[in-house]
Every structure is written in C-alpha cells, then in structure tokens.
C-alpha cells in the first residue's frame, strides 16, 4: 500500500544555505577583509574579544545589507543572468522573508555592536546600512548613471566602522581610507561595465556606457584613476603606513594608471575590450594588495618590515 | 480531513529542523558572546577595583602619623 509523503506535500521553504546566500558571502568576505584593515590600522590596542565582536557586527550588517537588497532587487534580478540563480528569483524564499531576515539582522547587529563595542561604531553601521539600501539600492541605482560613484561610498566605509570600533572616532586616516575604496570603486565597476553591460541595459539599470557611451565611460575611468592613484600612497604621508606600504602603492598606482589610460586610448575591437578586462582584473589586486600590505605592516611591525625593506 | 491538518502540523521537514537548529546556534553563539565580552569588561574593572583596594588597605594599616590622607 502506498503511503502519502506528507513531507513532500508541505512547503519546506529556503535551506540554510539559501539563507546563506541572502547574506551575499563574497561581499561579506571582502567587507570583513577591509573592516579588519581599519580596525587593525587604528593605534591604540582593542582586546581581541572584542575586536571579533566588531568584525561579526560589520559581517552581519553587510550580509543583512545583502539580503535587503536582494528583496528589493527581486524584479531585476530574476531577469539578469548573473543574479537569476539567487534564492527569491529561485522561488526558495519569499521577498518578505527576505525582508525580515534582513532587518531583523540589521537591528541585531547594529544593537550588539552598540552595547559591546561603542555606539559611534554601531551608528556609523547603521548609516552604512541605511545608506546601501535607501540610497543606493532603492534611489541611485535605478535612476542614475553616477548610482556606482555615491553607491560606492556604502562599499568604502567598512574600514572606517572599523577604525571607529578601535577608537571610537573618525579620523582623518580613517577618511583616506573610505576614499581609497570611494575612488577605485567607479573604474573597476566601470571596466566591467565597458564590456558587460547588455544585462544592466535589458532591465533599466542606467549604467555610464548604457547612458553615456563608452567614450565617456573611458574618459571617466582615467579620471578616477588620477584621483586614486595618489590617494593610495596618502597612508604613507600620514604616517599610518611603512616603506613597504610605500613602495607596493607608488608601484601598483603606475601599473593602475598605465592600464586605465591604456583602456582610455585603446577603444576599438578585442583589444578594447581585453584592456577593459585587464584593467578591472588589476584593480581587484590593487586594492586586495594596498589592503593587504597594510594589514601586515601592522600586524608584524612596520619597522620590523621597514628593516626588511632596507635589506632587500 | 481535520486528521489529515493534525498530521500536517505536526511533521517537521528536515529543512525546518536544520533552520530551527542554526537559530538555536544563532541564538547560543550570540549569548557566549554577550558573557564572554561582559567577562572582558568586567574582568578589567574588577581587577583595578582589587588593585585599588589593595593599596588603600596597605595604606591604613601603616603606623599612624605616616599617612593622613586616607578616607579624606
């Protein structure tokens, strides 16, 4: 006799892998990566306890982030080949549960991070939060080609939440580092854009070189990089940053420059597109390496790095 | 029909398990946090409290005329 599955008639919902995936992991990785960079940066010294307390508050605000834009973008989403496989255009979870997930993840870790940490943290959070979703997500992004520039303030102040954290003040060192990543947001979304920008055009997202052309979009790119690539080496001027640091930057802003002016004047055919494609590949290294370099300066001793710096 | 709604309602997916588990570990974890930072805090405070005990005691108990200013 065959026997009803009962479980299969009731609608098992999302796993926790789909609610994993709300959190947008890779973004989290990456705003984790740079929060810990200012965090680590900032003088003074934090009990590790809670420093990780600060790090799961950032992660949890950028993933609840995640997850709100992910609810609202649902429409976009579903039609965009990048994003169709996320979990409400999969059907596995409901824009309202969505929702909820985000803010109530959103009110927990701002809360934590005001009660265990400091409150200048939790509410610099909670800006960076509003401002992703309500500024970003729900206004610039749809309505306007310059929706990467302002958006990408929401990706630049990780490190300054967690510089806060440490300190519980902004600093000017911590400003250079929001207008590192500030400045180098727009020419590496810009050179992915240049040669994968159809799915943004289909749904209405107002990216430069739908809007404006892709001259106009090159011209833009080289601009940013001249604004960036001296920003980079401010650290150093400022006194937060070591010989290495100082080298890596000048370096890595040369190669940075030469390939945005490269994609500025090289317009035509495979090669134009190759060069979009070689610009926003460095520009990944560029700040993971800035980023990275600073991080183990900090960690090991910049003197101590600075004597090997001498040797070699 | 009303078995098969009490049926219904009391079979748990494997999927509801597993999200009712990660909350429990959500919720376990966030609770550890809270006492293992109060810990940090508190841990601090307590020992300058002991500390600063330690020295006003030190102080009374020398010979009169050496110290006047405690309790002032």
Redesign the interface.
């Known amino acids: 006799m065959a026997v009803p599955d ?2 299969s ?2 609608d ?5 892998g789909d ?1 994993v995936a709300l959190l947008k992991p890779r973004v989290m990785s990456l705003v984790l990566f740079t929060a810990l960079v200012g965090l680590v940066a900032a003088p003074g010294s934090m ?1 590790p ?2 420093a990780f ?1 600060a790090l ?1 508050c950032i992660g949890v605000g950028a993933g609840a982030s995640g997850a709100l834009n992910m609810w609202y973008d649902a429409d976009i989403d579903a039609l965009m080949q990048r994003t169709a496989a996320r979990p409400i255009p999969r059907g596995k979870v409901t824009p309202e549960e969505a929702l909820g997930f985000g803010l109530f993840l959103s009110g ?1 870790s701002v809360l ?1 991070m005001g009660m ?1 940490v400091n409150w200048a943290a939790a509410a610099l959070l909670a800006f960076t939060i509003f401002f992703y979703l309500a500024i970003y997500t729900m206004w610039l992004k749809r309505s306007t080609p310059q929706n990467i520039v302002i958006g990408g303030a929401a990706g630049a102040f990780p490190p300054m939440v967690g510089w806060v954290a440490a300190t519980g003040t902004v600093s000017l060192e911590s400003v250079v580092l929001f207008a590192i990543i500030f400045f180098w947001t727009p020419p590496h979304f810009w050179a992915l854009a240049l040669y994968r920008c159809r799915d943004y055009e289909r749904v209405g997202v107002p990216m430069l070189p739908v809007v404006a052309g892709a001259d106009e979009t090159r011209k833009q790119i080289w601009i940013y990089s001249l604004i960036l690539a001296p920003l980079g080496v401010l650290p150093v001027a400022l006194g937060f940053a070591g010989v290495i640091y100082g080298a890596v930057s000048i370096v890595a802003g040369g190669i940075f420059l030469r390939d945005a002016w490269r994609v500025y004047t090289i317009r035509e055919g495979r090669e134009g597109d190759a060069m979009a494609q070689r610009l926003f590949k460095f520009s990944i290294l560029y700040l993971f390496v800035l980023f990275a370099v600073l991080l183990a300066e900090n960690l090991v001793g910049a003197e101590l790095l600075g004597s090997v710096g001498l040797w070699l | 029909m009303a078995v098969a709604d009490a ?2 309602t009391a ?1 748990v ?4 398990r ?2 009712s588990i ?1 909350i429990a570990v959500g919720l376990g974890a ?1 609770a550890v ?2 006492f ?2 109060t810990m ?1 805090r508190l841990g601090g405070n307590v020992a300058k409290r002991m500390e600063m005990e330690g020295k006003a005691s030190r102080s009374i108990t020398l010979p009169a005329g050496q110290e006047t200013s405690v309790g002032q």
């Not at chain 1, 098992?12 to 926790?16: H, I, L, P």
């Not at chain 2, 997916?13 to 509801?16: F, I, K, L, N, Y």
């Open positions: 009962i479980e008639m009731i098992d919902g999302g796993s926790v609610y009990h306890v809670v307390v799961l927990a934590v265990l | 049926n219904k079979v997916t494997p999927g509801q597993r999200r990660a966030l946090i809270f293992a930072v940090v």
